[in-house]
C-alpha cells in the first residue's frame, strides 16, 4: 500500500499507480545491479592485468600518469 500527497493530504495511490511507482522501483533496482556489476567487473579486469604484468595498483597508475 503506497501513499501520495494531494493538497497536503495524505491519500493512498490506485492500484495503477503502485503497480507503475513498483515498476519503476523495480527497474532502477535493475539498473543499479547491472551498474554495480560492471563495476566489479572492471575492477576484476584491471587486477588481472596487474597480476599479469606483476605490478601493484600504485605503480600501474604511476605508469599511466608518466605515460601521457
Not at 503497480?19 to 563495476?39: G, P, V
Amino acid at each position: 500500500m503506497l501513499f501520495k500527497r494531494v493538497n497536503g493530504e495524505r491519500v493512498q495511490c490506485s492500484d495503477q499507480e503502485e503497480a507503475e511507482i513498483r515498476a519503476r522501483w523495480a527497474k532502477a533496482d535493475q539498473e543499479h545491479e547491472l551498474k554495480q556489476e560492471q563495476m566489479i567487473n572492471k575492477r576484476s579486469q584491471k587486477t588481472a592485468i596487474l597480476n599479469r604484468l606483476g605490478l601493484t595498483a600504485e605503480e600501474y597508475d604511476l605508469l599511466m600518469d608518466k605515460s601521457i
